[in-house]
């Protein structure tokens, strides 16, 4: 039996070595447009798809493919005589290898400058369908979308004369991941198009980055991927300097951070311990914010990650060499600083350009069986009508001790309190079961400099038992949403003790 290939390639790496491999076992090439023509000027004997249909490409190129003379060839039964019977009636030849990769839909969205309607021609119909069709058929066609694969198809039919079933199987469930990741992608095009906030269905594509080492724990298989065309300002797109592999709670944490520290314009540093930060300091250099960052808790921060919004220098990498650290990231690293901190063989330095569009993606959180999807909370105190309903207001320390605390408690797990000067934290109480308890481990933690500090509360007091411990620490200005039924009581209790009260009318909850 004559051996047919069908190779149509926007990728075409390799192509031209596998179609001389391929017609040296004895395969007939059959090919469209520019793979055609490419193959033709390497001198591969190429047979034209409109030789094979006798139709001529049409609609600029729309359709080539799609016709029996090919669909017949790619999705017969070999082994069934009335499939044989059919395409001997209609003059149709098997189809046993395709080889076909698509149009460059997401490296043309990706484009800033791109046109819709550059957009929609990218959208590629004749290849998956070609794909779809072999992969349906594995059990007779090898079917190959990764340049990849060239290597271990060839070695397989110089050794057996076909391929295994096995490989076939391969082949065809990574073909049904290809064409359902392009697709997911020109969904998501269409659906941001056609503005539709919650569509009936949403289909999400992500890349394998990295396999882990394990979970949160030793005994959990885990992995990590991206996703395409997703912010180059993310963990998923650093670049990773020195150090060991990042593990699957090194990424967590380390994505925590950055959240953090985006909030900042001004010089910052942010130590985070289990996803809630530990300590947060700013400065007129790196080198103070941390300084104030570590001072925060310098117990915390023991096994912690570090994110700085400036770049690491030696006087700051020398403070960092002396501390047990798992990650640093920063938008870049002095040489100086790099020679001092890649002497420690396993510390990872991750570096992310600071400098580029900190777009925003939806927030998606998966639960047994399900999916919840939320927009980022990106609300600050510039977006909020701030509102002061204490006898007093804050003065300018207080209102920079106040903004510092609200950025960082929007972080921190619910219930949260933050208890802040206006340089850096002071004590954090994260994940409490009810808002007086939180208050109490950041009051605790603060100690002394409570005196004259502010608290930031991420959601309302239910009563005024929280104001009440705050004024007895020395706390001397709180910020809040507000909204409770019982707002007015906490408003007498900070008049009670001369405390200045803020309400931002928005609650951050983080779960």
């Known amino acids: 039996m004559k051996k047919r290939a069908l190779i149509s390639v926007s990728d075409k790496s390799g192509v031209s070595e596998f179609a001389k491999e391929l017609v040296s076992l004895g395969f007939e090439i059959i090919s469209t447009g520019g793979t055609k023509k490419m193959l033709e000027e390497q001198g591969i004997p190429v047979l034209g798809v409109s030789e094979v249909t006798g139709f001529p490409e049409i609609l600029e190129g729309r359709v080539k493919t799609l016709n029996p003379l090919i669909h017949g060839g790619?999705?017969?039964?070999?082994?069934?005589?009335?499939?044989?019977?059919?395409?001997?009636?209609?003059?149709?030849?098997?189809?046993?290898?395709?080889?076909?990769?698509?149009?460059?839909?997401?490296?043309?969205?990706?484009?800033?400058?791109?046109?819709?309607?550059?957009?929609?021609?990218?959208?590629?119909?004749?290849?998956?369908?070609?794909?779809?069709?072999?992969?349906?058929?594995?059990?007779?066609?090898?079917?190959?979308?990764?340049?990849?694969?060239?290597?271990?198809?060839?070695?397989?039919?110089?050794?057996?004369?076909?391929?295994?079933?096995?490989?076939?199987?391969?082949?065809?469930?990574?073909v049904f991941r290809h064409t359902a990741a392009y697709d997911a992608l020109i969904a998501d095009y269409m659906t941001n198009l056609a503005e539709e906030a919650t569509p009936e269905k949403l289909t999400v594509t992500y890349e394998l980055k990295q396999t882990l080492r394990y979970g949160e724990n030793p005994h959990q298989h885990a992995a990590f991927y991206q996703k395409p065309l997703g912010s180059s300002f993310s963990i998923a797109y650093a670049e990773q300097l020195h150090g060991k592999e990042l593990s699957y709670n090194?990424?967590?944490?380390?994505?925590?951070?950055?959240?953090?520290?985006?909030?900042?314009?001004?010089?910052?540093?942010?130590?985070?311990?289990?996803?809630?930060?530990?300590?947060?300091?700013?400065?007129?250099?790196?080198?103070?914010?941390?300084?104030?960052?570590?001072?925060?808790?310098?117990?915390?921060?023991?096994?912690?990650?570090?994110?700085?919004?400036?770049?690491?220098?030696?006087?700051?990498?020398?403070?960092?060499?002396?501390?047990?650290?798992?990650?640093?990231?920063?938008?870049?690293?002095?040489?100086?600083?790099l020679a001092i901190l890649t002497a420690k063989k396993n510390l990872r330095l991750l570096t992310i350009p600071f400098s580029s569009v900190k777009k925003s993606e939806l927030k998606l959180t998966s639960i047994e069986g399900g999916l919840l999807v939320q927009e980022q909370d990106l609300f600050t105190l510039d977006d909020a009508e701030i509102k002061v309903p204490t006898k007093r207001q804050p003065t300018p320390a207080e209102w920079e001790a106040l903004k510092l605390g609200w950025k960082v408690v929007k972080h921190v797990k619910s219930n949260a309190i933050v208890v802040a000067n206006e340089d850096m934290t002071i004590g954090i109480g994260a994940g409490q079961m009810n808002r007086v308890g939180a208050a109490d481990?950041?009051?605790?933690?603060?100690g002394k400099k409570a005196e004259g500090a502010a608290l930031a509360s991420d959601a309302f007091f239910p009563m005024d038992d929280t104001v009440e411990a705050a004024a007895k620490a020395g706390i001397t200005a709180i910020i809040q949403p507000g909204g409770s039924i019982r707002d007015e009581d906490s408003i007498k209790k900070a008049d009670e003790y001369g405390i200045a009260m803020v309400f931002t009318g928005v609650r951050h909850f983080k779960h």
């Open 250 to 337: 090194n990424i967590n944490d380390a994505d925590a951070a950055l959240q953090i520290v985006k909030e900042f314009t001004e010089p910052a540093a942010v130590a985070v311990k289990h996803m809630n930060p530990c300590g947060v300091g700013t400065g007129k250099t790196g080198f103070e914010a941390f300084t104030k960052a570590f001072a925060a808790d310098p117990v915390s921060i023991f096994g912690g990650i570090i994110a700085f919004n400036r770049e690491v220098d030696a006087e700051t990498a020398a403070k960092l060499h002396e501390i047990f650290l798992e990650i640093i990231i920063a938008p870049s690293y002095s040489d100086e600083a």
């Open 441 to 446: 481990i950041a009051l605790k933690q603060a």
């Open 74 to 174: 790619l999705l017969a039964k070999q082994d069934d005589a009335a499939h044989q019977k059919q395409l001997e009636a209609h003059g149709i030849e098997p189809i046993q290898l395709v080889c076909v990769n698509l149009y460059p839909f997401q490296q043309t969205i990706e484009k800033p400058d791109v046109t819709v309607a550059d957009a929609i021609e990218n959208i590629d119909i004749g290849g998956p369908t070609m794909l779809r069709a072999s992969a349906k058929n594995h059990q007779y066609v090898t079917v190959v979308v990764d340049p990849s694969d060239y290597e271990t198809v060839v070695a397989e039919l110089k050794a057996e004369g076909e391929t295994k079933l096995e490989t076939r199987v391969r082949l065809a469930a990574k």
